[in-house]
């Protein structure tokens, strides 16, 4: 049991209250530091998120009011990085922090996200120069803040000045419990060379970061957050009815409210070009782990008040829309459209009607195929029979024609088709005569560009994978297996979507 522990300031990292402890009793070795305080020798390897806290609270004098809730919640970086996560997974790193985990398990800052996170932690502990000058003359000491180890926090949002990095690192095995004194700290304040924008930016963001240290909100699953992004994505004319995002659109309107040089300091920056640049995947349901300081920034962009966000209960996202098509003539009048389209075109075949009245053929084809066969002629009358064939004139039209089927296979809408010369004949509407061995250059040409099975199976999978990101929806294996067509458990057909995938992710 140690006899005292510093005052707790405001807003005052835990960590710096250890530090101030061990210069008040003068304490050189740190594991003697630690066996006084937790009344064992434990690892230390994090200033933002210390464990073992109950064993600490257990050691204090028995008139002190201190709890664990109290030095978790107000003095470590937790409020904040949790305030995105699940109630479990919130509550999963709560007992951690107090009880200590199993070496065996995720440490802490696995748990919360940031092992993986593109968004990293500041690895040395920053202050402000003037809350440090300001510190030495009303308490004739300064301490480490909680707010100034934030992510992305560029400003103090007292004095408006830039924060200083100091030299002393935030985490790892080799921490140490340094306070903020004239060895680490001084009071010369950084020229700010950043523009006003960037600052008003960051100085918002600075504001939300303090509410979440202090707001006590309620902790939601990641589903609820994507559904309200997408509610308020559809109210701003970003979102379809059914909330399927405009990406393009919200990837221009961000990118108009963020300077780049702003999304870079905030570890950020969004290449518009990349299918899966940080911005495409964030409004998708996944589970991975969203850095707070993003929701931040898109929250930011959205014009959306934390409270608005954390005490809304009523959230759609993505719902299913019905349209009705209701048809602008009813089939007398269509039918009445097709006999006069004959009557006005006498001798045309079926091919010359149909490009004649397109979008009516379309239907009548579709939905009055008993009846358009039987008034339809089926080849003009009164034709010449036609002369001998000059082959290598019909070779150069048939290979200029193979060449832009290819590009038509290459580039249509929807699951792709293999070149092959079969495929390449059906698009063009040809007969088997399309393989007469008299045609040597088309046929040459037709067996160069035959796609092999794993080139086409190849761009399958990446034409699903970037349906999907388009579409919002989940990226695995099994997934894309099934958005591409690929049946079965086919061991190369996994192998192969896997090795796809991992440039996507």
Request: charge should be positive.
């Amino acid at each position: 049991m140690i006899n005292f522990l510093p005052q707790l300031y405001e807003n005052e990292l835990f960590y710096s209250v250890i530090a101030r402890y061990r210069r008040m009793c003068g304490m050189v070795s740190k594991r003697a530091l630690i066996n006084d305080l937790f009344g064992r020798y434990v690892v230390v390897s994090s200033s933002y998120f210390p464990q073992y806290i109950d064993s600490c609270v257990a050691c204090l004098p028995p008139t002190s009011n201190i709890t664990t809730r109290e030095i978790i919640k107000k003095h470590t970086l937790y409020p904040f990085y949790t305030s995105f996560l699940s109630p479990e997974k919130t509550e999963l790193i709560y007992e951690t922090m107090a009880g200590g985990g199993d070496e065996s398990k995720l440490n802490i800052e696995q748990q919360i996200g940031l092992g993986g996170s593109k968004v990293r932690k500041c690895n040395f502990l920053r202050y402000c120069p003037l809350c440090y000058k300001e510190d030495i003359e009303v308490l004739g000491e300064s301490y480490w803040r909680v707010n100034h180890q934030i992510s992305g926090v560029l400003y103090c949002s007292k004095h408006k000045v830039l924060l200083k990095e100091s030299s002393v690192l935030s985490t790892g095995s080799g921490i140490e419990f340094i306070c903020a004194d004239e060895q680490v700290c001084n009071e010369s304040v950084l020229e700010d060379n950043y523009s006003d924008n960037v600052k008003q930016l960051n100085i918002h963001y600075i504001n939300n970061v303090e509410r979440l240290l202090k707001g006590n909100y309620p902790r939601r699953k990641l589903e609820f957050f994507i559904k309200y992004y997408i509610d308020r994505l559809r109210k701003k004319g970003l979102a379809s009815k059914n909330g399927s995002l405009y990406m393009k659109d919200v990837q221009e309107r961000f990118l108009l409210y963020y300077p780049k040089q702003y999304l870079e300091l905030m570890q950020s920056g969004v290449n518009p070009e990349s299918p899966s640049n940080w911005l495409r995947l964030f409004v998708r349901n996944n589970n991975k782990n969203r850095s707070p300081l993003r929701h931040l920034l898109f929250l930011q962009f959205l014009g959306i008040n934390l409270d608005d966000l954390f005490h809304n209960r009523e959230v759609i996202g993505k719902k299913s829309v019905s349209v009705q098509h209701n048809p602008s003539f009813d089939i007398h009048q269509r039918r009445e459209k097709w006999l006069q389209l004959i009557a006005d075109n006498p001798g045309a075949n079926r091919s010359e009607l149909k490009e004649k009245g397109k979008g009516l053929y379309t239907w009548i084809y579709k939905y009055d195929r008993d009846w358009y066969d039987k008034v339809t002629p089926k080849s003009a009358t009164g034709r010449e029979r036609a002369g001998t064939i000059d082959w290598d004139k019909r070779d150069e039209e048939c290979l200029r024609l193979a060449k832009d089927a290819v590009e038509i296979i290459l580039h249509r809408k929807g699951k792709p088709m293999r070149v092959t010369s079969s495929s390449i004949r059906k698009t063009l509407g040809f007969g088997s005569w399309f393989h007469n061995e008299k045609l040597v250059r088309t046929q040459h040409y037709l067996e160069q560009v035959k796609e092999g099975i794993n080139e086409f199976r190849i761009r399958k999978i990446k034409w699903a994978i970037e349906e999907r990101i388009k579409q919002d929806k989940e990226l695995t294996v099994y997934k894309v297996q099934l958005h591409a067509g690929f049946g079965g458990s086919n061991k190369e057909i996994k192998e192969l979507i896997m090795k796809v995938l991992e440039k996507y992710i």
